[in-house]
C-alpha cells in the first residue's frame, strides 16, 4: 500500500527558508500515472495547493507563491521536496504532500502531514 | 484564477439524514471536481472524482473498505453537488471541493457537518 510521509522541521525563523521532504513508499516516485504535489492548510483554514511535480523534474507552481518555491524530486531516494524561502508567520500551515492524478490532478493519497510553525 | 464557494459553511444533521452540500465554481470547470472529506487532525481522503466518480480503493492510513455508496457526487460546468444519502456517524466531518480544471487548482472554503 502506498505510504507518503512527510520531514523536516517544525520551526522556521522568519524570513528564513522552510525545507520539507517526503518519503514515498510502497510504491514508485517514476510511476508516469501520477505527479506529487503538496498542499499546506493554515491552523483552522481551508487547503491551499502549492505545486506540483513530475518524476522527470517538470513542476507547477501555484501563483501566488510561484517567486519564493521550489520543489525537486530525487527519484534514487523515492523522495521529493519543498523549499519555501523568506517565509513569514503567514505561512505557519500543516503541510501535506500528496499523489495527484496525471490526467484528471486529484490527489489520491495523502501524507499525514507536518505542521510547521514560524516563529521567532 | 478559479473561485470555488461553497454552501452552506456549516450545517447540523441527524443520524440517517439525507444532506446535500453545493460547490459553485465562478467559471465552467466542466467536470473537473473532486470532493474531500476531513476529519480534525487528518489529512483530506478523496471521495469523488470527476464530479461524479465514487474513489475506490483505501489511501494510506486509512481503515475501512473505501467509499461507501451512500456518497454520490453530480454536476457539470459551474454547479455541483455532493449527497449524503443517510448520514452515519463517521460521516461528521468537513467537505472540501477543489477544481482540477486549470492551474492554480483552487479549494472551496469547506462545509462543516455537525451533529444536531
Known amino acids: 500500500q502506498l505510504q507518503l510521509q512527510e520531514s523536516g522541521p517544525g520551526l522556521v525563523k522568519p524570513s528564513e527558508t522552510l525545507s520539507l521532504t517526503c518519503t514515498v513508499s510502497?510504491?514508485?516516485?517514476?510511476?508516469?500515472?501520477?505527479?506529487w504535489g503538496w498542499i499546506r492548510q493554515p491552523p483552522g483554514k481551508g487547503l491551499e495547493w502549492i505545486g506540483n511535480?513530475?518524476?522527470?523534474?517538470?513542476?507547477y507552481y501555484n501563483p501566488s507563491l510561484k517567486s519564493r518555491v521550489t520543489i525537486s524530486v530525487d527519484t534514487s531516494k523515492n523522495q521529493f521536496s519543498l523549499r519555501l524561502s523568506s517565509v513569514t508567520a503567514a505561512d505557519t500551515a500543516v503541510y501535506f504532500c500528496?499523489?495527484?492524478?496525471?490526467?484528471?490532478?486529484?490527489?489520491?493519497?495523502w501524507g499525514q502531514g507536518t505542521l510547521v510553525t514560524v516563529s521567532s | 484564477d478559479i473561485q470555488m464557494t461553497q454552501s452552506p459553511s456549516s450545517l447540523s444533521a441527524s443520524i440517517g439524514d439525507r444532506v446535500t452540500f453545493t460547490c459553485r465554481a465562478s467559471?465552467?470547470?466542466?467536470?473537473?471536481l473532486n470532493w474531500y472529506q476531513q476529519k480534525p487532525g487528518k489529512a483530506p481522503k478523496l471521495l469523488i472524482y470527476?464530479?461524479?466518480?465514487?474513489?475506490?480503493?483505501?489511501?494510506?492510513?486509512f481503515s475501512g473498505s473505501g467509499v461507501p455508496s451512500r456518497f454520490s457526487g453530480s454536476g457539470a460546468g459551474t454547479d455541483f453537488t455532493l449527497t449524503i444519502s443517510s448520514l452515519q456517524p463517521e460521516d461528521f466531518a468537513t467537505y472540501y471541493c477543489?477544481?482540477?480544471?486549470?492551474?492554480?487548482?483552487?479549494f472551496g472554503q469547506g462545509t462543516k457537518v455537525e451533529i444536531k
Open positions: 511535480i513530475y518524476y522527470s523534474g517538470s513542476t
Open positions: 477543489q477544481q482540477t480544471y486549470s492551474n492554480p487548482v483552487t
Open positions: 510502497g510504491g514508485s516516485i517514476s510511476s508516469s500515472g501520477y505527479y
Open positions: 500528496a499523489r495527484v492524478q496525471l490526467e484528471l490532478g486529484y490527489f489520491d493519497d
Open positions: 467559471q465552467s470547470i466542466s467536470s473537473y
Open positions: 470527476a464530479a461524479s466518480s465514487l474513489q475506490s480503493g483505501v489511501p494510506s492510513g
